[in-house]
């Protein structure tokens, strides 16, 4: 596995996500602010939250490229990486009832909660998508007779 190459990737879509994230007001979204909803944690530090969103975008494509993307019975890149993302949606969605069941959600931030799951999905799908360009399926040699 290339390191170098696996960070990058992670580091790539990550920005493309968060990049979807920032013009999703523009597009009729409402705003997902992952700064500010991981923040709410750390007594509402947005520095943490994005550094917090952009070090979880690292380790979830090490994950990929360790893991997943051997595991996923699908031969276009794209799509592999796509299904991952929806694996990442359910998981990011997990994470997100955890953080409002605890009470770290402000009502503002609760407000127009299913077009934001909706733009959440969106930007999953991106990420992965992303992923799957920069990090390839490695193929079995073939073995010999």
Same mark, same amino acid.
């Given at each position: 596995?290339?390191?170098?190459?696996?960070?990058?990737?992670?580091?790539?879509?990550?920005g493309?996500?968060?990049?979807?994230?920032a013009?999703?007001?523009?597009?009729?979204?409402?705003?997902?602010?992952?700064?500010?909803i991981?923040?709410?944690?750390?007594?509402?530090?947005?520095?943490?939250?994005?550094?917090?969103?952009? %070090?979880? &975008?690292? @380790?979830? !494509?090490?994950?990929?490229?360790?893991? /997943?993307?051997?595991?996923?019975?699908v031969e276009?890149?794209?799509?592999?990486?796509?299904?991952?993302?929806?694996?990442?949606?359910?998981?990011?969605?997990?994470?997100?009832?955890?953080?409002n069941?605890l009470?770290y959600?402000?009502?503002?931030?609760k407000?127009?909660?299913?077009?934001? %799951?909706? &733009?959440? @999905?969106? !930007?999953?799908?991106?990420?992965g998508? /992303?992923?799957?360009?920069?990090?390839?399926k490695?193929?079995?040699?073939?073995?010999?007779?």
């Amino acid at each position: 596995m290339n390191y170098l190459k696996v960070f990058l990737a992670g580091l790539i879509a990550t920005g493309v996500m968060t990049g979807f994230m920032a013009l999703a007001p523009y597009i009729g979204l409402p705003n997902m602010n992952a700064g500010e909803i991981l923040g709410s944690m750390f007594g509402g530090n947005r520095i943490i939250g994005w550094a917090e969103h952009f %070090v979880a &975008g690292i @380790i979830f !494509a090490f994950i990929y490229a360790k893991f /997943v993307n051997r595991l996923l019975p699908v031969e276009n890149n794209i799509a592999r990486g796509t299904i991952y993302g929806i694996l990442l949606f359910i998981l990011s969605e997990i994470v997100f009832t955890a953080i409002n069941v605890l009470g770290y959600l402000s009502w503002h931030q609760k407000e127009s909660m299913a077009l934001m %799951v909706f &733009g959440e @999905i969106l !930007a999953c799908l991106l990420y992965g998508a /992303v992923l799957g360009v920069f990090i390839t399926k490695v193929r079995d040699a073939p073995r010999g007779k």
